[in-house]
């Protein structure tokens, strides 16, 4: 069951506008991703104590937060600019988008997985009713928000060839 999936989806809701964007991406920025992506998460664990490559599941929410902060490090934007980036709102743009599109490509929700999860904590004979009810509520929730940030077929089919490279460099910062 990818309860876990639905429920951690929910998170991405504040990079739902990243993924509706006019310009479908590249190859070349996902290719590009890939190869950035061990270097900048350095960066980011040295910036930020509370940054977690291992996260998978919350980079693209964690990345946008750090772009957002006030207190940001001026060290992401020269690590970003000197990795060819304008500056790091721009690389945590384009990450964040790459990294919802490869969650899609590789492992979109859908509604069996819905169903699924439903029916397991309605069949739950150890849960009570109000926890169930919760609990269903959170998954429908947390469904309907990942549908809200599905990426553009385009950006799906551009990083499904990358998705390898992109695990790859990943794994290297967990």
Known sequence: MRLKHLILSAFLVSAASVCVAEEPLSGDAAAQFAAD???MAEELAKADPDFDPAMT???ESQLQDMAASDSKDSKLDQVA?????????SFAAVAARILIAAKWAKDPPDEADLK???AAVAADSEMAADAKAALS???EEAYAKALAVKPSDADIETVRPHLAAMEAALAQNR
Request: net charge negative.
């Open 137 to 139: 509520a959170s998954i």
């Open 57 to 59: 599941d919350a980079v």
């Open 116 to 118: 699924a999860a439903l």
């Open 37 to 39: 992506w061990p270097v």
């Open 81 to 89: 600019t000197a990795r060819g980036y304008p500056d790091f709102e």
